[in-house]
């Protein structure tokens, strides 16, 4: 069963910019959430969606969304970027479609540098 | 943001020594996932835990769900030189489909 895939692995933007990230979860896994990694921030929870509809989003301003697609396909975007952005971009799919034993598994993550 | 408590930070441990990490929380949860992350790559799923009080193994590594649901535990027996990396620690609270992140542990093995 292949597993979480994400692309682009790696880019660079410009400040202003704007970028679009893409997952694709585990086959047949319905949920699928993101995460931001940073050095001083750990790993931090952006948002968690299932069967197109966000479920849970985390503290990170409007300039941050997300969508699923019907195939469980998901992207996020974020508008307006800042040097602050840069991170790794974690996706993470669950097979589970209620918040209890909801085990996630991590794809290998979109590094982005704002510059 | 948020992050959980993990200790240690960092270790550095003869090869075939035993490992022992833990995480806290001040609030309760009802799933906790521990996982390894590589440089460059995304974190690695070793053990989840479903239940307070649940012992679980996956080979040489053991993990634990606190009693008080707060806390948890994770060991590494006869550590290898393929142990390196960071481990962290993930819990879920009642009701919300996201994790917390502990701050990780990073594991260095000495052959």
């Known amino acids: 069963k292949a597993g979480v895939t994400q692309t682009p692995r790696y880019l660079i933007k410009t400040r202003g910019q704007q970028v679009t990230l893409s997952c694709s979860p585990i086959?047949?896994?319905?949920?699928v959430s993101w995460y931001q990694q940073t050095p001083g921030q750990g790993l931090q929870f952006l948002f968690e969606?299932?069967?197109?509809?966000?479920?849970n989003k985390g503290n990170f301003p409007g300039r941050f969304s997300g969508r699923q697609f019907s195939n469980s396909r998901s992207e996020m975007n974020v508008s307006t970027l800042e040097l602050g952005d840069s991170a790794l971009y974690l996706c993470?799919?669950?097979?589970?479609?209620?918040?209890?034993?909801?085990?996630?598994?991590f794809g290998e993550g979109s590094w982005l540098t704002v510059v | 943001g948020q992050q959980l408590n993990q200790s240690p930070q960092s270790m550095f441990i003869q090869e075939g020594e035993d490992v022992s990490m833990n995480c806290t929380s001040s609030s309760i949860f009802n799933t906790w996932l521990w996982y390894k992350q590589d440089p460059g790559e995304g974190p690695v799923l070793l053990i989840a835990?479903?239940?307070?009080?649940e012992l679980t193994s996956n080979g040489r590594l053991t993990a634990q769900f606190g009693i008080t649901r707060k806390d948890s535990f994770l060991n590494i027996s006869a550590s290898i030189p393929s142990d390196v990396g960071i481990y962290f620690c993930a819990g879920q609270g009642p009701g919300t489909y996201k994790y917390i992140f502990g701050t990780g542990t990073r594991l260095k093995v000495l052959a």
């Open positions: 969606y299932f069967s197109e509809t966000q479920r």
């Open positions: 993470a799919s669950s097979g589970s479609s209620s918040a209890s034993g909801n085990t996630i598994y």
């Open positions: 835990l479903y239940k307070a009080g």
């Open positions: 086959s047949g896994h319905r949920s």
